[in-house]
């Protein structure tokens, strides 16, 4: 099942959605904003999500937001943090707990994000990722060689994983 919603759906619809694989919820002018800084964490009632989109809504999805909806929807194998208020990253460390992770974007177009290599290097345990989208390097700290080091770290991991 596969639902992409850029309308003004209430938080508790969502989340009676219950057995939804896929979200996508995107909003792609600033100006409109359909959800609120704490909507987000009723989308932590679905657990059995494998892909989760939350692009562009800014203040609705923070650290806060970002580290519930890790810990409580465990199957996730692509998400798209994109253009979200991640403000310390602090949300590294519940997301590079998705082993099951393949796919992870922490763009940020206005970067208004604090990538840091150290925050980064939480997400070598990821031994499944195959896809890492962080925009620009060197606008939030990290360098190209930085970024090299994170996915030798990560190659490194799934080397192992075979040979185990």
Same mark, same amino acid.
């Given at each position: 099942?596969? #639902?992409?919603?850029?309308? @003004?759906?209430?938080?508790? =619809? ?13 909003? !792609?002018?600033? !100006?409109?904003?359909?959800? $609120? ?16 989109? #939350?692009?562009? *809504?800014?203040?609705?999805? @923070?650290?806060? $937001? ?8 465990? =199957? ?9 208020? *991640? ?10 707990? #998705?082993? =099951? #992770? ?8 206005? $970067? ?18 195959? $896809? *890492?989208?962080?925009?620009?390097? !060197? ?5 190209? /060689?930085? *970024? @090299? /080091? ?7 991991? =799934?080397? /192992?994983?075979?040979?185990?």
């Amino acid at each position: 099942m596969w #639902l992409d919603i850029d309308f @003004g759906l209430g938080s508790a =619809q969502i989340a009676g959605l219950s057995r939804l694989k896929d979200l996508t919820l995107t909003c !792609e002018h600033h !100006e409109h904003k359909w959800l $609120e800084a704490g909507d987000a964490l009723a989308l932590t009632a679905l657990t059995g999500l494998t892909s989760l989109c #939350l692009r562009g *809504l800014d203040a609705a999805v @923070g650290d806060l $937001e970002a580290t519930a909806l890790a810990c409580n929807v465990p =199957q996730l194998r692509d998400l798209d943090l994109s253009d979200t208020s *991640l403000d310390s990253m602090v949300c590294l460390a519940a997301i590079a707990k #998705l082993t =099951q #992770l393949t796919k992870l974007s922490l763009r940020d177009p206005y $970067e208004r994000t604090t990538l840091s290599q150290r925050g980064l290097m939480l997400l070598t345990s990821l031994s499944r990722l195959q $896809e *890492l989208d962080v925009g620009e390097v !060197e606008a939030g700290g990290v360098t190209a /060689q930085g *970024l @090299g /080091q994170i996915w030798a770290a990560v190659r490194g991991q =799934q080397r /192992q994983q075979r040979v185990g």
